[in-house]
């Protein structure tokens, strides 16, 4: 057998005869590894992955995800031609009748209710260019201000925390690679070593050298197993926490006293905050012991380069903002913003969780965070687009508010795209009912997910090897996809499917696209002189550069992997310390519901699980979802591991297997949430939102536990 | 090859991701050849990978009574031979650390083979390759003995040493296997 090598510098790859190797990134989390597809030259088919060594972030790890992710494309699942529900059974169609019928519903709907009557739920595991057109689609062809998107459930306590206190909402202040350097991490909130695998090599890269890992979750998650201290907080208590440990760095003299002063407002509004958490007022908030709180406090204060990291844990809280914004400020406490190998970083969930939040796709942002109430904002972009700056919509509501707005009657269709609400939203039975109460719904996917079964129409969407385009991953670096073969069968890109929808209802002229570089050149104009400014990149440059940091407002700008160097994107220039105390979650345990319920997710399912539970591998190591219990809890309901165990929460109930573990708090219990209908831990989530940014609080409930 | 496999117990984080790289190795039809096993859920998420050690002297060569397996010059210790097999199974009863396994539709022995198609150019093994946190690793002999001696003087520096009380809380934390 012959063999061929593809070679950059010192990497090999396998090449397989007959074979050719295309260079992409993987489909599913914020990490964006990279990858190459092997592709049959003969058939054009996928039909496997080689690891991709030269790419700096990952250096060719992949997560069982990674591995398994092109299975998707070529599934014999895929929704390959519209479908049209006829007497309450899915009919294939022709893309004609399927769009007469969208375009028929949508004027209709819109004559009778006026144009919010339309709705449009979007998603961020599409590309940039196509996460702008979606708010190109809701505000110039649809008119409607009724758009928003599944980053509510993900990412935006992130955006508003960073907003809050550094004025800009890049989701990672430095780039991957430097942690390797890094002495110390205190991670929040985040199972790392599950939900973003990759990124482990570097922790562990960093902890060969001596680094310290500090890691708050209620669970011994594999990330907290490795941890030098892990802080085992009750759910909801980490605002608590935050400001138990900026108590100590004050009281202790471990501020960057230089660094506050120069860059920092509202220092002194923050010690008074502090100063009633002491590490036993916080001990007994958190439930940690305080001499963990104390080791934790040192550790953070002495390491001359700390990087602050969180995820969901922290964020999916109905105080999720000012989580954020505590564990940031812990951070500017220590001078640590803008340095080499030091900062603040959040782990995206979802595959361009930071580029899909910047581009309009948020009821409130137009294209590059401009917004949308920003009267000179919606000049620009009404100028680009060509339409009267008067027609732009105005702000609308979040994600899960959209839901209200059907029950209360003012929305009567929703065009969701690349999104699965129906699992993914809290409360999912108000979600359901919602739907079965729209008068119109389409959806746009490549599965049958649990969301398009409401639907009137499904429009068959292509995946992530059918198109090309770019996407931010989550250290804000901006990286290329590559279309690896045709669409399968009659399916369309979204962008192609938006097109298609625009033309039919006359407004063609907003979307004049032969193909998505097309559009690339026309986001990065809209997003020029706005806080995420991507103007200087290009996809020359991004192939050259290995990705390029936004912002980079000018092509022969090299681009900004570390964040704030000189100063905030505050208008002042500096940052804005959190002076904010804990508060309790929306819903603590009673003596009819005396336990926590949080949820996560396991290191073989991504999200609603739309793809995942697809993918053969993925289920044989997890088809179905389960209760973490301590044994002590356990014990108090004669429970063992393999019973099944019924959850009550005030919304509703389910029944689930058990599973013992020491790793977990005793009194939490732990459901993954990658499944759908009856197995949807999100039916008993609560939905009560946060102030600022809208985010359910998915972590923390409380909960009833009966034997079955 | 100049290379060799070298495992950090401590490292693994369970994603399991070498047994789906394996599956993806060439003339693997889609079955994984290494494991990963809990060292016990109930106290703690501790797992190791579980991957052929490429005996020098392979215990499921030498009861194989048909001559089935092969081994390379490398060093490798191949899978049994189709034509070879009479699929008696004593390879998978022979091997100490349970690596072979039996396919009963088609009647044969199959093991790891260190992705000898890849390995023999000295390109990592799948598993290798993308394990996340390093736990398998595809590195040069002094590099290996590098980490081995620096992971030791860590855990001195750090106190760490199990105690009659906690030994359970220790799993072996590296593992060298090599051909030379």
Redesign the interface.
């Known amino acids: 057998m012959t063999?061929q090598?593809v070679t950059k510098e010192w990497v090999?790859?396998?090449h397989?005869p007959g074979e050719k190797l295309i260079t992409t990134h993987c489909c599913y989390c914020g990490m964006q590894c990279g990858m190459h597809l092997r592709v049959e030259e003969k058939t054009g088919k996928v039909v496997?992955?080689e690891?991709r060594?030269d790419w700096p972030v990952t250096n060719?790890?992949?997560?069982?995800k990674?591995?398994?992710a092109y299975q998707t494309v070529e599934h014999k699942e895929r929704i390959l031609r519209p479908l049209i529900k006829k007497n309450g059974k899915f009919v294939e169609s022709s893309w004609e009748e399927a769009l007469d019928l969208i375009a028929e519903k949508f004027q209709g709907l819109q004559q009778q209710y006026g144009k919010d009557a339309v709705s449009v739920f979007g998603g961020v595991s599409m590309t940039n260019e196509k996460c702008y057109l979606v708010g190109k689609y809701a505000r110039a062809v649809l008119g409607t201000r009724f758009i928003d998107y599944n980053g509510r459930f993900c990412m935006s306590s992130a955006a508003g925390g960073f907003l809050k206190t550094l004025g800009t909402d890049r989701g990672s202040t430095l780039p991957w690679p430097e942690l390797e350097h890094t002495d110390c991490f205190f991670i929040a909130g985040s199972n790392t070593?599950?939900c973003h695998?990759?990124?482990?090599?570097w922790l562990?890269k960093a902890k060969?050298k001596?680094a310290k890992m500090i890691v708050a979750d209620p669970r011994?998650?594999?990330?907290a197993?490795?941890a030098d201290v892990h802080l085992d907080l009750k759910p909801g208590t980490d605002s608590a926490l935050a400001n138990g440990i900026m108590h100590i760095l004050i009281k202790e003299g471990y501020v960057d006293e230089d660094y506050v002063a120069n860059r920092c407002n509202n220092y002194e509004e923050l010690k008074v905050a502090v100063e009633k958490f002491t590490p036993e007022y916080t001990a007994k908030i958190t439930g940690i012991e305080v001499g963990k709180i104390i080791k934790a406090a040192h550790i953070y204060g002495r390491s001359p380069r700390s990087v602050m990291m969180f995820a969901r844990g922290a964020e999916q809280q109905s105080k999720g903002v000012d989580n954020v914004s505590l564990y940031t400020s812990m951070a500017l406490l220590r001078g640590q913003i803008g340095k080499f190998a030091s900062g603040v970083a959040t782990f995206t969930g979802q595959a361009n969780g930071q580029g899909g939040r910047e581009h309009g796709q948020k009821s409130d942002l137009l294209p590059g965070y401009r917004k949308i109430t920003d009267p000179e904002a919606v000049k620009y972009i009404s100028e680009l687009w060509g339409m009267d700056p008067s027609d732009m919509p105005k702000p609308g509501v979040s994600a899960f508010e959209l839901f209200d707005e059907i029950h209360a009657g003012n929305i009567r269709a929703m065009h969701v795209m690349c999104s699965n609400p129906a699992v993914s939203a809290p409360d999912t039975e108000y979600v359901w009912s919602a739907f079965r109460k729209l008068d119109f719904m389409v959806v746009s996917d490549f599965f049958l997910s649990e969301t398009a079964e409401f639907a009137d129409v499904i429009l068959p969407a292509a995946t992530w090897a059918e198109d090309d385009g770019t996407t931010t991953n989550l250290e804000g670096r901006v990286i290329r996809i590559r279309k690896v073969r045709e669409p399968l069968g009659e399916s369309l890109p979204d962008w192609g499917i938006m097109q298609a929808i625009a033309k039919r209802l006359g407004k063609g002229q907003f979307f004049p696209y032969q193909e998505a570089r097309e559009i690339f050149e026309e986001f990065r104009v809209a997003t020029k002189g706005g806080k995420a400014d991507y103007y200087g990149i290009t996809w020359e440059r991004i192939d050259k550069e290995d990705g390029v940091f936004w912002p980079c407002p000018s092509e022969d700008h090299p681009g900004t992997p570390t964040m704030f160097k000189e100063k905030f994107g505050t208008p002042d220039g500096k940052a804005n310390l959190a002076a904010v105390t804990w508060k309790e979650p929306g819903e603590t345990p009673t003596k009819d519901y005396p336990h926590i319920l949080t949820t996560g997710r396991v290191?073989?399912h991504y999200l609603s699980g739309s793809q995942t539970r697809r993918t053969e591998?993925?289920m044989e190591?997890c088809p179905l979802p389960y209760a973490e219990i301590h044994?002590e809890l356990a014990s108090q309901y004669n429970l063992r591991?393999g019973d099944q165990v019924k959850l009550t929460t005030p919304r509703s109930h389910m029944t689930l297997e058990v599973?013992?573990?020491?790793?977990i708090r005793n009194d939490t219990v732990f459901v993954p949430y990658h499944w759908g209908k009856e197995l949807a831990v999100n039916q008993l989530t609560n939905p009560c939102l946060d102030p600022t940014s809208r985010m359910p609080e998915f972590k923390v409930c409380a909960v009833k536990i009966e034997k079955v | 090859m100049n290379k060799i496999m070298y495992l950090e117990f401590e490292r693994c984080i369970g994603c399991r991701s070498c047994q789906a790289a394996c599956r993806e190795c060439g003339d693997h039809e889609y079955k994984e050849r290494n494991y990963v096993e809990y060292v016990d859920f109930m106290e703690s998420r501790q797992t190791y990978p579980m991957l052929c050690m490429q005996c020098k002297d392979p215990a499921c060569a030498r009861v194989c009574p048909a001559n089935a397996i092969q081994i390379t010059e490398e060093g490798v210790v191949l899978s049994a031979m189709e034509e070879k097999c009479i699929g008696c199974r004593n390879c998978t009863f022979g091997c100490p650390f349970g690596i072979p396994k039996f396919d009963f539709e088609a009647n044969k022995m199959y093991k790891c083979d260190m992705c000898y198609d890849r390995t023999k150019h000295d390109i990592a093994p799948m598993c290798a390759s993308v394990c996340p946190s390093e736990a398998i690793r595809f590195i040069d002999f002094e590099e290996m003995q590098a980490l081995r001696r620096r992971r030791t003087q860590m855990n001195l520096v750090e106190g760490k040493k199990p105690k009659e009380g906690n030994k359970w809380d220790y799993v072996p934390e590296f593992f060298g296997v090599y051909s030379d």
């Open positions: 063999q090598f090999k790859n396998l397989k496997g992955v690891p060594y060719g790890k992949m997560c069982p990674g591995v398994t070593a599950e695998p990759t990124s482990i090599q562990w060969d001596g011994e998650t594999p990330t197993r490795i290191v073989f591998f993925l190591q044994p591991t599973r013992l573990t020491k790793a």
